[in-house]
């Protein structure tokens, strides 16, 4: 009956990301006790305060690693693990495929028991192990691991099964030549105009950034336009990693711009590669640029206003000079007729 109602529907819950792994996730049946738990990596005594998993390995080659799954609950829990290929959602935050995807890449490449059982309080360490292909693509490939719970929750008179996960990120480099590249694409811009004469107004400027290389790349750069510089991502923002053959799109807003006609821009990017050793190396710096028409409709309306009010003050005052011109002429040739006609009295 159950497996009846987890075919109907199967949701996907908690991201499995290393910042998360160390947190507890909480998932409850539909009746009893909550269940509370976290998964870490370690090592075969526990925990090793590590957050995710990367490891260099050879083509054709394996390594073995350990895993920690604390149930923070009061009752014993049996929890599902799995193993998927994995990746960086829009956020830029790591996730992994939902269960009923299929992994094609790293993913498939990890080898862990099918559940384990965590008695109320306890820790158990459970070791997995990675195997690379022999014809692996040099690169980085990235996968998670995750520890899950099933529960059956009743909805309009059929129940749903929902799966709880919590996890980390395994990152396996497979040596062999890196060579790290990226292009910058689908460059949009957009002034938005204030009809408000004495206001400027913003310059929108969005596009992606596509990873071409066989390497992980965090990106970040710089929008300069306007006279002003834009970090991406940023101070705020979460990381922006890219895997190989993935993108992510950027949107930045520059406010207070005046329009001047033509805004000339440039979008210069220097992402990073971390090596096997941890240390982060830029790779080469690229400059795209950018063009934003601005044109200054309100001000030109104005102008033009201004324009019209004079000329038309102008052409007032020059009717009025004609018309007084016309008046004294005639008063002029009315003088003329009057002493003419004195003089033939």
Not at 134 to 150: Q, T, W, Y
Request: charged fraction near 20%; hydrophobic fraction near 40%; aromatic fraction near 6%.
């Amino acid at each position: 009956m159950i497996r009846t109602m987890l075919r109907s529907a199967t949701v996907a819950l908690a991201l499995v990301a290393g910042l998360i792994a160390a947190t507890a996730a909480p998932a409850a049946a539909e009746e009893g006790t909550p269940v509370s738990w976290s998964v870490t990596p370690a090592d075969a005594a526990g925990p090793d305060g590590r957050v995710s998993v990367e490891h260099p390995i050879d083509p054709g080659a394996e390594t073995q690693d350990h895993l920690a799954v604390r149930n923070l609950g009061s009752e014993e829990v049996t929890f599902r693990l799995a193993a998927a290929d994995g990746f960086y959602n829009d956020n830029g935050r790591f996730d992994m495929l939902p269960s009923d995807q299929q992994s094609v890449d790293a993913g498939t490449w990890i080898d862990l028991p099918e559940s384990v059982t965590v008695p109320p309080g306890g820790t158990v360490v459970v070791p997995f192990t990675i195997t690379v292909p022999e014809k692996a693509e040099p690169g980085d490939h990235a996968a998670g691991i995750a520890a899950s719970v099933l529960s059956v929750k009743q909805g309009d008179g059929a129940g749903v099964g929902v799966e709880s996960r919590v996890g980390f990120r395994v990152m396996t480099r497979v040596t062999g030549e890196l060579a790290p590249a990226y292009s910058v694409t689908n460059v949009a811009t957009d002034y938005d105009l204030s009809w408000n004469p004495i206001r400027p107004g913003s310059i929108d400027v969005s596009f992606d950034v596509v990873n071409e290389g066989n390497t992980r790349l965090e990106v970040s750069g710089v929008l300069e336009i306007a006279g002003r510089s834009i970090a991406f991502p940023g101070k705020t923002e979460h990381p922006q990693d890219v895997l190989p053959g993935e993108s992510r799109s950027f949107s930045l807003t520059v406010d207070q711009v005046w329009p001047l006609l033509a805004i000339p821009g440039e979008i210069e990017l220097a992402p990073t590669v971390t090596t096997a050793g941890g240390e982060e190396t830029t790779v080469a710096p690229s400059s795209t640029g950018v063009f934003v028409w601005a044109v200054p409709w309100p001000q030109l309306l104005l102008l033009i206003g201004m324009v019209l009010v004079a000329m038309a003050l102008l052409w007032r005052r020059g009717r009025s000079r004609r018309r007084l011109d016309a008046l004294l002429e005639q008063a002029r040739e009315e003088g003329r007729r009057d002493l003419a006609m004195e003089g033939r009295r």
